[in-house]
């Protein structure tokens, strides 16, 4: 499933790459005009309230991300597949692809080349990511969003 994020919702589109959903950011609802046909159209998530009239409209009215993650959470979750999480590179929204630890000892600060083995690369900008610190949180963050 597709998620398109209006430009109040970068940090948002950010997050729902993190739980490995295809989130597209944009400017405004005009791009939605190329989804209409398809035969699963994606949500479009949204801060404005007026003149949006697409069918798959997700109103949010948080103004922090981890609400607003929160705020549509019934929506996300059934499509969140866990061996997908942080598998899309935040900024592009671009699959990761593995890449061998050699391979990337000139792109990564020489204690996380030393103390991590497991490396993934976004095949469009050539951002490295590894799990740190960050995976630990993000793992509380999951549990909440699963839970009823």
Not at 54 to 61: A, D, L
Not at 91 to 118: M, R, W
Not at 119 to 147: Q, T
Request: net charge positive; with cysteine; charged share 30%.
């Amino acid at each position: 499933m597709k998620f398109i994020c209006d430009a109040m919702l970068g940090k948002l589109a950010k997050y729902l790459r993190i739980l490995g959903l295809d989130a597209e950011y944009t400017a405004g609802p005009a791009i939605l005009d190329r989804y209409k046909l398809e035969p699963e159209p994606p949500y479009f998530l949204t801060k404005r309230l007026k003149g949006v009239t697409y069918p798959k409209t997700v109103f949010i009215r948080s103004g922090k991300a981890k609400d607003q993650l929160l705020e549509v959470k019934e929506v996300i979750r059934r499509f969140i597949n866990r061996e997908k999480i942080m598998n899309r590179c935040i900024e592009c929204n671009v699959e990761l692809a593995d890449i061998g630890k050699a391979d990337i000892e000139q792109y990564v600060p020489e204690f996380v080349f030393h103390h991590y083995s497991t490396f993934r690369i976004c095949p469009h900008c050539r951002k490295v990511y590894w799990e740190g610190s960050h995976a630990a949180h993000m793992g509380d963050l999951i549990n909440e969003i699963m839970k009823d």
